[in-house]
């Protein structure tokens, strides 16, 4: 018999199509041949075949079985137990499927796209277009699901060959009946970029975006942003046939079939399934495999599955043992299990040796010739398994453990499979099979946060789907915040039931360490963040070394933590149960120390810290805000100030360390915090409020030491640059350099210098600025990579742009943005992308500088620099003015005017840009009097700080608006002053200028 799902329902037999009396065989058929041998439960069917199974439903499932087997034969659906087994030649729906896993397997993406092609043909139509009923949609649904993820799949290996076009057809198609599916939109950016179609790619994005926020609150998700902006920079499987075995001469009756029932619900993992069929296909990849992983992941609904879906695999039966290794007092030592597996493979009152190899010998005597599946199920350790696993010639062991067993991989050749845990959209449709698609399609943002609040979790995922079910008013939303609120590991429990617990299953854990591992478990968890290095633990525990690496390894091998490289994490709930356990075992005073510990490891390392620590660093000081030496564990957030990083988090960490050394009567902290929180509004471009803390950190450093007031008058300089006071600046700068030149080594004089070239580059004194910044250059260890190679670059593509060599500017452009990426240093990033979108405006390329300036806009966007995405905005209005696009202008120049109003203070510099700006786009919009406006008022700016060739290109810009207003007279007067301007600064704009000035002139 042949099935058809994958469209309007066929059956076949014999080639000719079977036609069944009413509706409910032609439901029965679909679902038996979806799961087409294995044993599918009555229980089950009688849930599925009707949303509201009447009382007669046993009985009428019955009768249909019967009706089928007059129908397409006896043989065919076979009773189990109690549930049936359909045998059919041919379902396409496991046919398909067959199919995309052997091309997921393949290494050549030619071959791999024959298959899918092929796989793909398979369909005709939506999959059971004919049938309705909540059964028949999700299992539909999940068919298009799988049917979406191979034609993703051949997409991905048609970009990989280079045939883009094909691959952005299917995915326009997918997308336009998907529209919020994020990864298909990332595959069709990628072909069309490919293609070379960048705007249509940037645009799927914006679409995209759009459509997520508006329709569903939610964001982009990570992987699709960083495509976006790599783009704006440039630039379930059936297993192989069975091998040939012996033939059993067990008898039916004498067949084991211990398997737990499937578990309900059963979601995802489509991956580890098929890495299991994989593993069983190998002959050479052992006898077994071990599923590990954390409590609660779900490795023995993984087992029990896999081994419902290859019961045919294993004719000689399936036999399951609970080794409870995690109990304390109902361990099942190896001599007991044997035992009970050998009684099962006996006739009844078989005799079995008490000797422990005779026993193991009688054991792998009675699996020889034979194919069973030996699912040994929650082992503690190597020793318990051993002597469990089947011999080979058919038979397979599938062990499962909250512990990575290596020693079964090294001795036994058993391959080990790490159970992950759930992705967020598996653990979506989790909770959504519990509570039900109504209440998730009402509010799905929370079904999302109540899967991440679970974090991923099956135990806690369905625990918390069985709380929903059982409150049916309540909202996902409403349950969500209870569950946030309250203590998560008491709220997910389930009342009665001690195996429904979280805190169960990792209190088994936590009772198999030593005492040493435990202590450090519970450090981990008195520690903020659940990111962090072996380094740091190492320092806090207070422990020797060798003891501290021997107590994470276990830890490790506990899935307490997750090592990567010499990073741990611990997942959220771990994190929770680590806290509590910590504030429940551990001596106050162990707790001080350690805390104490981790701020003077983290100040010790305040210029070592690396940019990848930040969020780190800066989730720990929120956890430890009320800290007295909060300043300390601060200080390495400088890189962060620098680079532009988690501005706002770091002002408000900054405001309450400096608040807590005040109260502390701690003069060093209250320096360093106010210097910080100067340093960090100068970041923000709140220029006013910098400058009045850099002068206060001043003062305070009178009263510390030298080296305190030449960091204060250096930053002070600095800021002052900044906020357009070229000649306090330089005045301050010069004091700094004095300072540093007269107490310590010359070369802390290089930060003053290299402002005091900015200063010099900003008052038109280029051959100056280049002096200067020479002089610092010299200064500077070379180092390759480093902060102060970026700066130098930065500022030298500044000179070289002035001064019209373009060519040279971009170059060095292009050196310092791609270092400035490598360091993380994000303001420096949004300067280079600046600096070349004007570039490329200067040349003439208004698509590339597009290009460059919104990539500029997304990184002050992320920091919530108003007055910098004010400055962008004009620019984009600007380009978008020359390519003609006015309106477009005029709405970017609508939104940088919206978020001006954002600015908490006044920063005239980019006022003045964005007048210089909003001049440019409404002289070509047409509005003449408002660019006159606008361009007067840049002028008069830039003609007071002074900044000269802002000044002269301010003169040009509204020169333009008045001649086209009529005011020739006026417009020559301003081309005139802008030409001495240039002809000063002796830059080859004046010659432009020139030539304008003798146009309008007559």
Known sequence: MDVGILGPTEVRRHGRPVRFPGRLATKLVILLAAEAGTVVPLSLLETSLWDDPPDTARRQVQNTVSILRQAVGGETVETVGDGYRLHADRVDALEFGDAVQRARRTTDPHQAIERLTEALGRWRGRALADQSGRAFIALANRLEESRLTATELLAEREIEVERPQPAADRLHRILHAQPHRQKTAGLLMLALYRDGRTPEALQVYESLRTRLADDLGLDPDPQLRDRHAAILRGGQSRPPAPPTAPVSTATAAAIPAQLPPRPGRFVGRADLLANLDEVLANDDQGRSCVISGPAGAGKTALAIHWGHRMRRRFPDGQLFVNLRGYDSIHAVDAEHALGTLIRSLQPTGAPVPSDMDEVTALYRSLLHGKRLLVVLDNARGEAQVRRLLPPGGGSFALVTSRRRLPGLTAVDDSTPVDLPLMSSAEAVELLARTVGPVRVEVDPGAVERLARLCGGLPLALRIAAAGLATEPRASVSEYADRLAAADRLQALTIDGDPDATVTTALDQVFDSLDGTTRTVFCQLGVLPGDDLSVEVMLAVSGLPEPDTRRALDQLDIAYLVQRHSDRLQLHDLVKLYAAETARNTLAADLIGDTVDRFIEWHHARESASLPAEDNNIIVACETLKDHPRLWRLAMPLQRAINGGRSLQR???????????????????????????????HWAADTYDLAVSLGREAVALAEHLDEEALGVAKTNLGMYLYSGGRFLDAEAMLAESIGHWNAHTDEKRAIGPLLNLCNVNTQLGRYARATEVLDRAQLLCPDSGDSDLAVYIKDYRARILFDTGRHEDALAEVADFLAMAKRLN??????NGLKLRGELHRALGDLDAARADLNGALEIVQANNSHSSVVTVLGELAEAAGGLGDHREAEMLLDSAIARSRLQSGRNTQAEAFFNLSKCVVYRGCGHHDKAVDAGTKAVETFAVTPRPLSHARALVAVAEAKRASGDESAAVADLR??????????????ADVHRRLEVASG
Request: glycine residues 6%.
């Open 650 to 680: 770091v002002l408000a960490i900054v405001r309450q360390a400096k608040a807590n050394a005040e109260a502390d009567d701690d003069p060093a902290g209250r320096f360093h915090m106010t210097r910080y929180l100067a340093g960090a």
């Open 825 to 830: 240093l994000t303001r420096f990033e949004f």
């Open 977 to 990: 002053r802008a030409h001495d301007i240039l002809v000063e600064l002796g830059v080859p704009e004046a």
